[in-house]
Protein backbone atom coordinates (compact mmCIF):
# COMPACT_ATOMS: atom_id res chain seq x y z
CA UNK A 1 0.00 0.00 0.00
CA UNK A 2 1.94 2.99 -0.94
CA UNK A 3 2.30 5.68 2.11
CA UNK A 4 0.08 8.56 1.96
CA UNK A 5 1.64 12.11 0.95
CA UNK A 6 3.50 14.25 3.54
CA UNK A 7 3.28 18.17 3.01
CA UNK A 8 5.83 20.36 4.87
CA UNK A 9 6.86 24.06 4.32
CA UNK A 10 10.45 25.55 4.20
CA UNK A 11 10.04 28.91 7.10
CA UNK A 12 13.38 31.00 5.45
CA UNK A 13 15.36 32.38 8.67
CA UNK A 14 14.32 36.31 8.18
CA UNK A 15 12.38 36.71 10.90
CA UNK A 16 13.36 38.11 14.64
CA UNK A 17 12.54 35.09 16.58
CA UNK A 18 10.54 37.70 19.72
CA UNK A 19 9.01 39.67 16.85
CA UNK A 20 7.62 36.83 14.23
CA UNK A 21 9.76 33.89 14.52
CA UNK A 22 8.27 31.90 17.07
CA UNK A 23 4.91 32.52 15.70
CA UNK A 24 5.31 31.30 12.40
CA UNK A 25 6.79 28.08 13.49
CA UNK A 26 4.48 27.39 15.96
CA UNK A 27 2.06 28.31 13.27
CA UNK A 28 2.98 26.00 10.90
CA UNK A 29 2.65 23.39 13.78
CA UNK A 30 -0.72 24.40 14.25
CA UNK A 31 -1.25 24.05 10.20
CA UNK A 32 -0.49 20.06 10.56
CA UNK A 33 2.80 20.41 8.35
CA UNK A 34 4.61 17.29 8.56
CA UNK A 35 8.25 18.95 8.81
CA UNK A 36 9.05 22.49 8.72
CA UNK A 37 12.49 23.37 7.49
CA UNK A 38 14.77 25.80 7.22
CA UNK A 39 17.86 27.14 4.46
CA UNK A 40 21.19 26.79 5.63
CA UNK A 41 23.10 29.15 4.54
CA UNK A 42 25.32 32.47 5.38
CA UNK A 43 23.32 34.69 3.05
CA UNK A 44 20.99 33.88 -0.29
CA UNK A 45 20.22 35.11 -3.57
CA UNK A 46 17.80 38.48 -3.36
CA UNK A 47 18.02 38.48 0.68
CA UNK A 48 21.19 39.07 0.87
CA UNK A 49 21.03 42.64 1.99
CA UNK A 50 18.18 42.10 4.14
CA UNK A 51 17.72 39.97 8.14
CA UNK A 52 19.05 36.79 7.54
CA UNK A 53 19.83 34.09 10.88
CA UNK A 54 21.62 31.22 11.52
CA UNK A 55 20.08 28.12 10.77
CA UNK A 56 20.77 25.36 13.27
CA UNK A 57 20.44 28.48 16.12
CA UNK A 58 16.82 29.31 14.52
CA UNK A 59 15.98 25.22 14.14
CA UNK A 60 16.67 25.24 18.26
CA UNK A 61 14.59 27.98 18.84
CA UNK A 62 11.63 26.33 16.76
CA UNK A 63 12.57 23.05 18.41
CA UNK A 64 11.64 24.35 21.54
CA UNK A 65 8.50 26.33 20.45
CA UNK A 66 6.90 23.32 18.93
CA UNK A 67 6.11 19.87 19.73
CA UNK A 68 5.36 17.18 17.26
CA UNK A 69 6.47 18.97 13.79
CA UNK A 70 9.75 17.59 12.25
CA UNK A 71 12.21 20.06 11.79
CA UNK A 72 15.60 20.58 9.60
CA UNK A 73 17.77 21.71 7.38
CA UNK A 74 16.84 22.13 3.57
CA UNK A 75 19.93 22.14 2.55
CA UNK A 76 23.16 22.18 4.61
CA UNK A 77 26.42 22.05 2.57
CA UNK A 78 30.33 21.89 3.09
CA UNK A 79 30.23 25.20 2.18
CA UNK A 80 31.09 26.89 5.23
CA UNK A 81 30.50 23.70 7.78
CA UNK A 82 33.19 20.99 9.15
CA UNK A 83 31.70 17.44 9.91
CA UNK A 84 33.09 17.47 13.24
CA UNK A 85 31.61 20.65 14.74
CA UNK A 86 28.40 20.09 12.65
CA UNK A 87 27.73 16.65 14.27
CA UNK A 88 28.56 18.28 17.89
CA UNK A 89 25.81 20.89 17.25
CA UNK A 90 23.51 18.09 15.32
CA UNK A 91 23.75 15.91 18.20
CA UNK A 92 22.72 18.33 20.78
CA UNK A 93 19.71 19.75 18.52
CA UNK A 94 18.65 16.06 17.65
CA UNK A 95 18.21 15.98 21.92
CA UNK A 96 16.48 19.35 22.15
CA UNK A 97 14.15 18.82 19.90
CA UNK A 98 13.23 14.96 21.27
CA UNK A 99 14.41 13.44 18.30
CA UNK A 100 12.62 15.42 15.76
CA UNK A 101 15.48 16.62 13.26
CA UNK A 102 16.10 15.91 9.61
CA UNK A 103 19.36 17.23 8.35
CA UNK A 104 19.18 17.91 4.36
CA UNK A 105 22.34 17.86 3.04
CA UNK A 106 23.90 18.69 -0.69
CA UNK A 107 26.77 19.63 -2.26
CA UNK A 108 25.98 22.98 -2.50
CA UNK A 109 26.83 25.66 -5.26
CA UNK A 110 28.28 29.19 -5.99
CA UNK A 111 27.37 31.93 -4.41
CA UNK A 112 28.13 33.64 -0.70
CA UNK A 113 28.53 30.46 1.00
CA UNK A 114 30.73 29.24 -1.31
CA UNK A 115 33.38 32.44 -1.10
CA UNK A 116 32.59 34.48 1.76
CA UNK A 117 35.26 32.08 3.98
CA UNK A 118 38.46 32.52 0.72
CA UNK A 119 41.25 34.82 1.10
CA UNK A 120 41.13 37.43 -1.84
CA UNK A 121 43.68 35.16 -3.63
CA UNK A 122 41.66 31.96 -3.59
CA UNK A 123 40.24 30.75 -6.18
CA UNK A 124 36.02 29.19 -5.39
CA UNK A 125 35.91 25.01 -5.86
CA UNK A 126 35.86 23.89 -8.33
CA UNK A 127 32.80 21.27 -9.48
CA UNK A 128 34.76 18.47 -9.37
CA UNK A 129 36.03 19.35 -5.81
CA UNK A 130 32.84 20.57 -4.70
CA UNK A 131 31.55 16.82 -5.32
CA UNK A 132 34.68 15.30 -3.90
CA UNK A 133 33.95 17.44 -1.34
CA UNK A 134 30.46 16.33 0.01
CA UNK A 135 31.69 13.00 -0.83
CA UNK A 136 34.19 12.94 2.09
CA UNK A 137 32.05 15.48 4.10
CA UNK A 138 28.80 12.77 3.62
CA UNK A 139 31.18 9.89 4.80
CA UNK A 140 32.78 11.36 8.09
CA UNK A 141 29.77 12.83 9.15
CA UNK A 142 27.67 9.56 8.96
CA UNK A 143 30.51 7.80 10.94
CA UNK A 144 30.46 10.89 13.27
CA UNK A 145 26.72 10.36 14.56
CA UNK A 146 26.67 6.88 13.72
CA UNK A 147 29.74 6.51 16.12
CA UNK A 148 29.52 8.57 19.23
CA UNK A 149 32.23 6.96 21.18
CA UNK A 150 35.11 8.46 19.12
CA UNK A 151 36.03 8.49 15.65
CA UNK A 152 39.24 8.89 13.46
CA UNK A 153 39.12 9.67 10.31
CA UNK A 154 41.87 10.84 8.04
CA UNK A 155 40.91 12.08 4.37
CA UNK A 156 41.81 14.89 1.76
CA UNK A 157 39.80 17.65 2.68
CA UNK A 158 38.56 16.48 6.61
CA UNK A 159 40.03 15.00 9.25
CA UNK A 160 39.07 13.71 13.20
CA UNK A 161 40.94 12.37 15.98
CA UNK A 162 38.67 10.63 18.21
CA UNK A 163 36.44 13.09 18.02
CA UNK A 164 33.78 12.06 20.15
CA UNK A 165 29.88 12.76 20.29
CA UNK A 166 28.66 11.13 23.73
CA UNK A 167 25.54 10.51 23.99
CA UNK A 168 25.29 10.48 20.43
CA UNK A 169 21.42 11.14 18.35
CA UNK A 170 18.48 10.42 20.29
CA UNK A 171 17.39 9.37 16.90
CA UNK A 172 19.16 5.52 16.44
CA UNK A 173 21.49 4.80 14.92
CA UNK A 174 21.40 8.30 13.90
CA UNK A 175 19.05 11.09 12.68
CA UNK A 176 18.29 10.58 9.09
CA UNK A 177 20.15 12.62 6.27
CA UNK A 178 17.91 14.05 3.37
CA UNK A 179 20.35 13.59 0.51
CA UNK A 180 20.08 16.23 -2.18
CA UNK A 181 21.43 15.16 -5.33
CA UNK A 182 20.96 15.23 -9.42
CA UNK A 183 24.37 13.96 -10.81
CA UNK A 184 25.37 10.38 -10.64
CA UNK A 185 27.72 10.71 -7.72
CA UNK A 186 25.10 12.55 -5.58
CA UNK A 187 22.67 10.25 -6.48
CA UNK A 188 25.56 7.24 -5.22
CA UNK A 189 25.63 8.71 -1.68
CA UNK A 190 21.74 9.35 -1.53
CA UNK A 191 21.57 5.52 -2.04
CA UNK A 192 24.58 4.91 0.48
CA UNK A 193 23.91 7.31 3.09
CA UNK A 194 20.55 8.66 2.54
CA UNK A 195 17.10 8.04 4.65
CA UNK A 196 15.35 10.38 2.12
CA UNK A 197 16.40 12.23 -1.38
CA UNK A 198 15.51 16.07 -2.15
CA UNK A 199 15.54 16.95 -5.33
CA UNK A 200 14.42 20.42 -6.89
CA UNK A 201 14.01 19.46 -10.14
CA UNK A 202 15.90 20.08 -12.94
CA UNK A 203 17.88 23.73 -13.05
CA UNK A 204 17.82 23.60 -16.95
CA UNK A 205 14.44 23.75 -17.19
CA UNK A 206 13.44 26.34 -15.21
CA UNK A 207 13.47 29.50 -17.56
CA UNK A 208 12.18 27.94 -20.32
CA UNK A 209 10.81 24.50 -20.04
CA UNK A 210 7.49 23.23 -19.22
CA UNK A 211 5.97 21.96 -16.21
CA UNK A 212 5.27 18.68 -18.53
CA UNK A 213 9.00 18.14 -19.19
CA UNK A 214 9.95 19.03 -15.84
CA UNK A 215 8.09 15.98 -14.85
CA UNK A 216 9.69 13.86 -17.25
CA UNK A 217 13.21 15.18 -16.48
CA UNK A 218 12.13 14.46 -12.27
CA UNK A 219 11.07 10.84 -13.36
CA UNK A 220 14.35 10.47 -15.34
CA UNK A 221 16.10 11.40 -12.30
CA UNK A 222 13.72 9.02 -9.87
CA UNK A 223 14.68 6.29 -12.31
CA UNK A 224 18.63 7.08 -11.85
CA UNK A 225 17.59 7.20 -8.48
CA UNK A 226 16.54 3.80 -8.50
CA UNK A 227 19.51 2.47 -10.72
CA UNK A 228 21.90 3.81 -7.56
CA UNK A 229 20.25 1.97 -5.11
CA UNK A 230 20.13 -1.37 -7.09
CA UNK A 231 24.23 -1.09 -6.90
CA UNK A 232 24.13 0.09 -3.56
CA UNK A 233 22.49 -2.86 -2.88
CA UNK A 234 19.28 -1.17 -1.56
CA UNK A 235 15.59 -1.22 -2.38
CA UNK A 236 14.96 2.83 -3.73
CA UNK A 237 11.36 2.41 -2.00
CA UNK A 238 13.53 2.59 1.25
CA UNK A 239 13.94 5.88 0.88
CA UNK A 240 11.62 8.89 1.00
CA UNK A 241 11.56 11.15 -1.89
CA UNK A 242 11.17 14.90 -1.32
CA UNK A 243 10.28 17.73 -4.05
CA UNK A 244 11.39 21.03 -2.68
CA UNK A 245 9.13 23.19 -4.80
CA UNK A 246 9.45 26.89 -6.37
CA UNK A 247 12.36 25.76 -8.67
CA UNK A 248 10.44 23.99 -11.28
CA UNK A 249 9.09 25.72 -14.27
CA UNK A 250 5.56 25.98 -12.85
CA UNK A 251 7.49 28.67 -10.54
CA UNK A 252 4.39 29.58 -7.66
CA UNK A 253 1.63 28.64 -9.66
CA UNK A 254 0.74 26.07 -7.68
CA UNK A 255 0.48 27.79 -4.56
CA UNK A 256 -2.58 30.05 -6.65
CA UNK A 257 -5.37 28.02 -6.16
CA UNK A 258 -5.96 24.64 -3.74
CA UNK A 259 -7.35 23.11 -6.76
CA UNK A 260 -3.90 23.67 -8.67
CA UNK A 261 -1.37 22.42 -5.97
CA UNK A 262 -3.82 19.02 -5.63
CA UNK A 263 -3.03 18.86 -9.40
CA UNK A 264 1.15 19.79 -9.25
CA UNK A 265 1.47 17.30 -6.05
CA UNK A 266 -0.76 14.91 -7.48
CA UNK A 267 1.54 14.77 -10.43
CA UNK A 268 4.33 14.50 -9.01
CA UNK A 269 2.89 11.84 -5.89
CA UNK A 270 2.56 9.50 -9.52
CA UNK A 271 6.04 9.68 -10.07
CA UNK A 272 6.77 8.20 -6.57
CA UNK A 273 7.38 11.53 -4.76
CA UNK A 274 6.46 10.89 -0.60
CA UNK A 275 6.90 14.15 0.53
CA UNK A 276 6.47 18.15 -1.12
CA UNK A 277 7.78 20.72 0.28
CA UNK A 278 6.24 24.14 -0.12
CA UNK A 279 7.80 27.85 0.87
CA UNK A 280 6.13 29.97 3.91
CA UNK A 281 4.68 32.64 2.14
CA UNK A 282 7.47 36.18 1.93
CA UNK A 283 5.54 38.99 0.53
CA UNK A 284 7.83 41.39 -2.43
CA UNK A 285 9.78 38.20 -2.90
CA UNK A 286 9.85 34.76 -5.45
CA UNK A 287 8.17 33.56 -2.35
CA UNK A 288 5.38 35.23 -2.22
CA UNK A 289 1.81 33.95 -2.09
CA UNK A 290 -1.72 34.48 -0.48
CA UNK A 291 -1.23 33.66 2.79
CA UNK A 292 -4.96 32.80 2.92
CA UNK A 293 -4.53 30.11 -0.23
CA UNK A 294 -1.39 28.94 1.51
CA UNK A 295 -2.83 27.59 4.73
CA UNK A 296 -6.07 26.36 2.97
CA UNK A 297 -3.69 24.17 0.89
CA UNK A 298 -1.57 23.29 4.17
CA UNK A 299 -5.04 22.04 6.06
CA UNK A 300 -6.94 20.37 2.73
CA UNK A 301 -4.67 18.96 0.07
CA UNK A 302 -3.68 16.29 2.23
CA UNK A 303 -7.10 15.04 2.33
CA UNK A 304 -8.15 15.52 -1.24
CA UNK A 305 -5.09 13.52 -2.58
CA UNK A 306 -6.26 10.70 -0.71
Known sequence: ????????????????????????????????????????????RTFRDGPWFGALPTLT????????MRLGTLVTSPNFRHPVTL????????????????LGIGAGGNGFDATTLLKADEEPWTPRERADRFGEFLTLL????????????????????????????????????A?????????????????????????KL??????????????????????????????AAELDKILLTGFTPDRGRPLESLDAFVDFAGRHAELGF??????????ESAFAADQKVFERIATEAVAQLG
Request: aromatic letters at 8%; one cysteine or more; hydrophobic letters at 40%.
Open 87 to 102: AKELISLDDISGGRIT
Open 61 to 68: AAAAATDT
Open 179 to 203: VAATGPRGLRLAARHGQAWVTTGDP
Open 1 to 44: MTAPLRLSTVILPVYRWNEAGRAVWQRAEELGFHAAYTYDHLAW
Open 142 to 177: DQLLSEPAGTTYEGRFYSATEARNVPGCVQRPRLPF
Open 206 to 235: YETGTPEQSVEAIGDQLTKLGKACAEAGRD
Open 274 to 283: TEIVIHWPIA
